[in-house]
């Protein structure tokens, strides 16, 4: 299921800050070929217990010891 194209359009509400920030959080992370729509949907996936999904891995935060 992991590997099924996305087929549909789904919306939800945020602060443009915080969408804005989520972007920049996403082009720091680890994964160079993600994009906000790749790491929503792997955290959906997570969330709702998918077998086999994980928890997206966050980019380091600037003062983290991490």
Do not use: H
Not at 4 to 18: M, S
Not at 53 to 59: I, N, Q, S, V, Y
């Amino acid at each position: 299921m992991a590997n099924k194209a996305p087929t549909g359009l789904r919306r939800f509400r945020t602060t443009d800050e915080l969408w804005e920030r989520f972007g920049e959080a996403v082009e720091r992370g680890p994964d160079p070929e993600a994009d906000m729509s790749k790491v929503l949907r792997a955290f959906v996936r997570w969330y709702v217990g998918e077998p086999g999904a994980k928890l997206p891995e966050r980019p380091q935060i600037a003062g983290d010891s991490e």
